[in-house]
């Protein structure tokens, strides 16, 4: 059993900067790659980024220079820098850990307004 915990969601101002965390715990053993992913309204989930277990990061297009994924393997915790926030970054954002098979955290709601 494999539970992924995300946290650090919220409302922010456009320009502004958000940091999610996402803490496993369980039966972990061999990861393969974590990432972060977002679903907006009426939207499909989307890949956000990536880091394997070699540590090969991997970011989508329309957030290359203003994310950075990161991971503490000893605390078994993934993180996600967001920096220069834009209202089209609102989505729900979930953590995902590929082990053999999928893992999804419950999602945090990021919310980008003035």
């Known amino acids: 059993q494999v539970q992924l915990v995300e946290s650090g969601g919220g409302l922010v101002q456009p320009g502004g900067s958000l940091r999610l965390s996402c803490a496993a715990s369980g039966s972990i053993f061999s990861i393969n790659a974590m990432g972060w992913y977002r679903q907006a309204p009426g939207k499909e989930r989307e890949l956000v980024a990536g880091?394997?277990?070699?540590?090969?990061?991997n970011y989508a297009d329309s957030v290359k220079g203003r994310f950075t994924i990161s991971r503490d393997s000893a605390k078994k915790t993934l993180y996600l820098q967001m920096n220069s926030l834009k209202p089209e970054d609102t989505a729900v954002y979930y953590c995902h850990l590929f082990m053999g098979l999928h893992y999804w955290g419950q999602g945090t709601q990021v919310t980008v307004s003035s």
């Open positions: 880091v394997t277990s070699s540590g090969i990061t």
